[in-house]
Nanobody
Framework: DVQLQASGGGLVQAGGSLRLSCAAS????????IGWFRRAPGKEREGVSC????????YYANSVKGRFTISSDNAKNTVYLQMNSLKPEDTAVYYC????????????????WGQGTLVTVSS
């Protein structure tokens, strides 16, 4: 079974940093693209950052460009999301997801989802 385990969330002050991890198992890691998504209270789920397994292409939402960095460690079957200069508006439940079709961070293209990890940024 495809399993995605997100971790690393927590409470941080504005301007702080967190690193989220998405550990994948149950499938050939190199065949899947991994993305990070978030759902803030009262809002729809949105794509934050995604990475292509074929060539390492990345996508970032405009709201996180220059602050977040996605990376992949294929040896560990893990994708990371380094989040710097966090803002209160980054508060959300963050999910990682996988797809075999690379179309950036289009939510409907991702078929396998992990449980979320809560990120809370205090002002």
């Amino acid at each position: 079974d495809v399993q995605l385990q997100a971790s690393g969330g927590g409470l941080v002050q504005a301007g702080g940093s967190l690193r989220l991890s998405c550990a994948a198992s149950g499938f050939t890691f190199d065949d899947y693209n991994i993305g990070w998504f978030r759902r803030a209270p009262g809002k729809e789920r949105e794509g934050v950052s995604c990475i292509s397994s074929s060539d390492g292409s990345t996508y970032y939402a405009n709201s996180v460009k220059g602050r977040f960095t996605i990376s992949s460690d294929n040896a560990k079957n893990t994708v990371y999301l380094q989040m710097n200069s966090l803002k209160p508006e980054d508060t959300a439940v963050y999910y990682c997801a996988a797809t075999q079709t690379w179309l950036g961070c289009r939510v409907y293209r991702y078929h396998y989802w992990g449980q979320g990890t809560l990120v809370t940024v205090s002002s």
